[in-house]
Structure formats: C-alpha cells, structure tokens
C-alpha cells in the first residue's frame, strides 16, 4: 500500500483537480512567430521537424507559409503560429505585411554558413526593430548538426572561413538586444523544441511587461503571472537562455 492509501480520507481536504483541468475552458491564446533569415539557413526545416517529426530531404524555396502548432502552457491552450518567411530580396515589399501582429522573431542563421551570419546583423535584426520595435528576438543559430562534418569544414576552410562559433553569437545576440541565443538542429531535433518554447514563453513575457509602468527583462524581475508558469517551462527556458547579458 503506498501512502497515498494510507492516508485517512476524513483527514484530508477534498483533492484539487490539476490545474489544466481548472483552465480546460480557458480561451485560446495566439502567439504569432516569424522567422526571419537568408534564404537556405533552414527555416523551414525547423518548422517542419517542429509540427511534424519529418525532415524535408531537400531544400524547399520558400515565398510566405503559414503553420500552426497548438500546445498546452501551464494549463492554458496556447495556439503557435509559425510564419516562415523568404529571404530573397524579390519578397522585400512582402514581408512587412507579413510582421504585422507579430508577437516574436527568430532570426536565424546557419552556424555552417557565415554570410548569413553577418545578414543577421546587417540587414534582418535593422529591418526588424525598424518594422516592429519593442518585439521580442530570439537568435537562432541552425544547421548545428554539421559543425563537425568533414565536408562542411573544407568547404569553410578553402573560402578561409570556419563556422560560426558560440561567443561571436552571444556578442551578436548582446548587440541587437535578443532576449535570448541558442544553437539548433531540424535533423536532430538537438534544442529544436527549446527554441519554440523559449519564443511562446519571450512573447508572454513581451505582453506581460506591457501592462507594468518599468520595463523589466527576462533576466531581471520576472511579473507574478509569468512565475505562475509551471517550473518545467520555465527551466525549458533558462535551458534556451545560452548567456547572460548582463
């Protein structure tokens, strides 16, 4: 007999039903995230091995797609839209009609393809606070599954260049303001799921500072509704948060 049936029932209050019980008839939350970067850098792929478990066996060209993923955060149905946005310069004029209501960007990057690396800083996070200002980033460094690939490195090395290392992405992350940098794999799901946790959880923050008079950060005091969260998302959180910027 475990001591859950050796407790006397008279003494004990009535159970408290689980909390997503509590708030099954809760209103769906949306949380709309953009990802943003050069073309080729994988964006899609993460969508793809995030919503679906696949992974595309080669490159799809991408204009504007939309998907949608639905989870459950600390009780309450969250539904995760996920814009996956072109990176060609033809789609320039599109995709400020694209960020409007966004709630957070993940600019991504490939850690194996340092050009888009320097888009980062030069063209997406400029065109992003210019367009969205005050919208949470997260820095997403992709493709991290061919850091060590043989063939990847001599490729880098014949253009005298090497893969994008993790302090030149935190100094990145420290310089365009991102609330937070992780490095990913859509093939390996290696802190795939993180990621979007971290955006769904950067973009509850981003609405919860809203409504107090002093700005806080994600690294600073954390608003009451937000520590609510159960400790399992927040410590997926902490498991994105890859420095510390202060």
């Known amino acids: 007999m475990d001591e859950a049936e050796a407790v006397n029932e008279d003494d004990c209050p ?16 949306r949380v709309k995230c953009v ?15 995030y919503t679906t478990n696949g992974y595309p066996a080669e490159h799809i060209p991408t204009a504007f ?43 991504c990057y490939s850690v194996v393809l ?24 997260i820095l997403v460094g992709t493709q991290c599954d061919l850091q060590e ?15 994008v290392s993790r302090d030149e992405a935190r100094l990145c992350a420290r310089s365009i303001g991102a609330v937070t940098f992780a490095e990913c ?13 971290g955006a769904i959880l950067a973009s509850m923050q981003h609405v919860e500072e809203a409504a107090w008079p002093t700005m806080h950060t994600l690294r600073e005091k954390t608003p009451d ?4 969260l159960s400790e399992t998302w927040w410590r997926k959180l902490s498991c994105v948060q890859s420095f510390n910027l202060q």
């Open 65 to 107: 797609d939309n998907f949608t993923a639905r989870v459950v955060v600390d009780g309450r149905p969250v539904q995760l839209q996920l814009c996956d946005m072109a990176g060609q310069d033809e789609f320039e004029r599109l995709r400020p009609l694209c960020y409007r209501d966004t709630d957070v960007f993940l600019l």
């Open 185 to 197: 794999s859509a093939l390996t799901q290696k802190n795939l799921k993180e990621v979007f946790d």
């Open 35 to 49: 990802l943003v970067g050069d073309a080729a850098v994988g964006k899609t792929s993460l969508i793809i091995s």
């Open 14 to 29: 009535p159970p408290v039903p689980p909390r997503a019980n509590l708030q099954q008839n809760s209103p769906e939350r």
């Open 149 to 163: 690939d043989v063939q990847v490195l001599i490729r880098l090395s014949d253009g005298q260049e090497k893969p």
């Open 114 to 137: 340092p050009s888009s690396f320097r888009s980062v800083m030069d063209r997406w996070a400029p065109e992003v606070h210019r367009l969205c200002p005050g919208v949470p980033i």
């Open 225 to 228: 509704k937000i520590k609510q």
